[in-house]
């Protein structure tokens, strides 16, 4: 079985800078694309960007140019920089990654809460 975790999140003024961690655990796995998404109070839940396996990026228009996916192949780690944070951004972050063992399954994390002060 495998495990996504988050961690980094926290409580921010605005103006200020986040770095969210995604951490996949197990064993005999393969990562494909992965994905951070975002889910605000009373919001449905909306995609922040993905990244390939090759590193390819996708972006919201929302975050382009204040938020970076990158990841660690080696570390099994996905991360998301968050620059310029706005009170809009406050959410709880959630990341997500199509996984293969036996077969390709899309894997979620718990969640990690964001806020972002005025």
């Known amino acids: 079985q495998v495990q996504l975790v988050e961690s980094g999140g926290g409580l921010v003024q605005a103006g200020g800078s986040l770095r969210l961690s995604c951490a996949a655990s197990?064993?005999?796995?393969?990562?494909?694309?992965m994905g951070w998404y975002r889910q605000a109070p009373g919001k449905q839940r909306e995609l922040v960007g993905t990244?390939?396996?090759?590193?390819?990026?996708n972006y919201a228009d929302s975050v382009k140019g204040r938020f970076t996916i990158s990841r660690d192949n080696a570390k099994n780690t996905m991360y998301l920089q968050m620059n310029s944070l706005e009170p809009e951004d406050t959410a709880v972050y959630y990341c997500?990654?199509?996984?293969?063992?036996?077969?390709?399954?899309?894997?979620w994390g718990q969640g990690t809460q964001v806020t972002v002060a005025s």
């Open positions: 997500n990654a199509l996984i293969t063992i036996a077969a390709p399954k899309l894997y």
């Open positions: 197990g064993s005999n796995f393969r990562i494909n694309a």
């Open positions: 990244i390939t396996s090759g590193g390819s990026t």
